[in-house]
């Protein structure tokens, strides 16, 4: 056994103890209210490196949601490595939905269930657990930095303001981040670019106040009928967004990416019935469910906010209807350009005599990674000897904002984590497999040892 693997099976139950710790947090970073446990995270994770040995531990950037930066003891003539993560979580609703409630962590079969759990918690956590055991093993065998932020779920802004300020943080001979699942269980995955995303809340008012229906209706504006008239003319249902000039921004995967993503182990049925527990696939079907997945643009409806929803009935013709959307971008549509394009289209869209407005929230520009690198040979051989096999190289769907920034030094970004597809992030009854953090300290662990090694 190795001294990283023993190190972490002696110490597995006091290590869930912290996570579980860590978990109990409501850090969610989109609702104000939490403002106060976004930052007990962050310190909970400063405090943390500071006991297992980081000498600098930093609080940047923002009092509610500060960036955690620390330093490990120094590896003079060693490369230095930057660990990425976020202590942020999405909301946890619907709490109804939750077989234990999500902020009381709870081990069942070998998960612990709780959000955040994978996304982002847990990771980090393994990250961090890494580095314990490398310490405990002696001399850190590189520099290793952490830099742990707490808005990722809602954009990462703190976070890019300090960047463009002090740009020499991401300084680095690898920044590895473990924020997206394996491919598949025992398949760890490193991803080779990740969506972008351009969140917005379209506003429609159609009069001053609500309306009785019986005494104007037939002849007064209907807000949320209107809305749903523009939601329809911006996509169609075979799937198409109708948004003019979307599609000319996609680039089409080579036919050796795709031939690549076409040899990938994938069981379309499995997939529909037991991931997305639905009767249909939808969208561009005359493209593979990767390629729809992973290089095309997507236009969701979040939630549709207004009018009469409460218990019986109400004869009311809302004056206000409000809709929260967004899209999934590909290579070349960054944020900028399609936030233009979708307001443009809801403008034309709209009839006269509403009031419409396209209020943008937040968002993400798409990002392809180079994986051909050495620090990410080296991460493939850690996997290689804990799990057996290495990292297979696939895209995401998800985005994480601040990775075009991470690599803008120079170092290789590693997307590369240990959860697993049915992790449920940002879904009721998320989860992470405890095996999977185990391996994941050992095989980060590992890495660390190797990159030190050269
Ligand atoms: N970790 C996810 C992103 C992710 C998950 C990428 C799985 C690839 C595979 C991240 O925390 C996330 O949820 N990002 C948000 C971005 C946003 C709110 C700006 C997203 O993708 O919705
Ligand atoms: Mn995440
Ligand atoms: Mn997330």
């Known amino acids: 056994m190795s001294g990283l693997e023993s190190f ?40 943390h490196l500071r006991q297992l040995g980081c000498p600098t531990v930093e609080y940047l950037a923002s009092a509610t949601h500060p960036v955690v930066w620390a330093e490990g003891p120094p590896a003079p003539g060693r490369p230095t490595v930057l660990v990425y993560g976020h202590y942020d979580v999405q909301p946890p609703d619907p709490l109804d939905e939750w077989t234990s409630p999500p902020f009381e962590p709870t081990v069942r079969n070998g998960d612990i269930f709780a959000r955040g759990a994978t996304d982002d918690k847990g990771q980090t956590f393994a990250i961090i657990k890494a580095f314990e055991a490398v310490l405990a093993q002696g001399k850190p065998p590189v520099n290793v930095r952490f830099l742990i932020e707490g808005q990722e779920e809602s954009g990462s802004q703190i976070l890019f303001d300090l960047l463009a300020k002090e740009p020499q943080r991401v300084a680095a001979d690898a920044v590895l981040v473990a924020d997206t699942p394996y491919y598949l269980p025992g398949w760890p995955a490193v991803e080779t670019g990740l ?3 351009c969140y917005a809340e379209i506003n429609v008012r159609t009069s001053r106040t609500d309306l009785h229906s019986g005494l104007y209706g037939g002849a007064a504006p209907n807000a949320h009928e209107t809305l749903v008239q523009i939601l329809a003319a911006l996509k169609g249902t075979n799937g198409r967004i109708k948004i003019p000039g979307l599609y000319e ?21 499995r997939f529909m019935r037991d991931e997305v527990g639905a009767k249909a696939l939808t969208g ?17 409806i979040h939630g549709i906010k207004g009018g009469f929803t409460g218990e019986g009935a109400k004869t009311v013709i809302p004056a206000e209807a409000t809709a ?22 809801v403008k034309a869209a709209a009839p006269k005599h509403a009031d419409v407005t396209v209020k943008f929230i937040h968002g993400a520009d798409p990002v392809v ?25 696939v895209r995401s769907g998800g985005s994480i904002p601040i990775v075009p920034e991470l690599g803008k030094a120079g170092a290789p970004v590693i997307l ?22 185990w391996k994941g300290a050992r095989v980060f662990g590992r890495f660390f040892q190797l990159m030190g090694e050269g």
């Open 416 to 437: 590369s984590g240990i959860g697993l597809p049915d992790d449920r992030l940002h879904a009721p009854n998320e989860k992470i497999n405890l095996e999977q953090v």
């Open 195 to 197: 969506r972008g995303l």
């Open 284 to 300: 561009l079907t005359k493209y593979s469910v990767f390629e729809r997945l992973w290089a095309l643009p997507t236009f969701e």
């Open 324 to 345: 929260k959307v967004s899209l999934r971008l590909v290579p070349k549509q960054t944020e900028k350009k399609v936030q233009r394009l979708l307001a443009k289209a």
């Open 369 to 393: 990674v180079d994986v051909v690198s050495r620090p990410i040979e080296l991460l493939s051989q850690a996997f290689k000897e804990v799990e057996g096999r290495g990292v297979v190289p």
């Open 8 to 47: 972490v099976t002696a110490n597995r139950d006091r290590m869930l103890e912290e996570l579980k710790a860590l978990l109990r947090i409501p850090s969610i970073s989109t609702d104000p209210a939490h403002d106060a446990d976004c930052r007990r995270a962050a310190e909970w994770v400063g405090d």
């Open 249 to 269: 921004l996609v680039e089409r995967p080579s036919k050796e990416i795709r031939d690549a993503w076409g040899k990938l182990p994938f069981n379309e049925r």
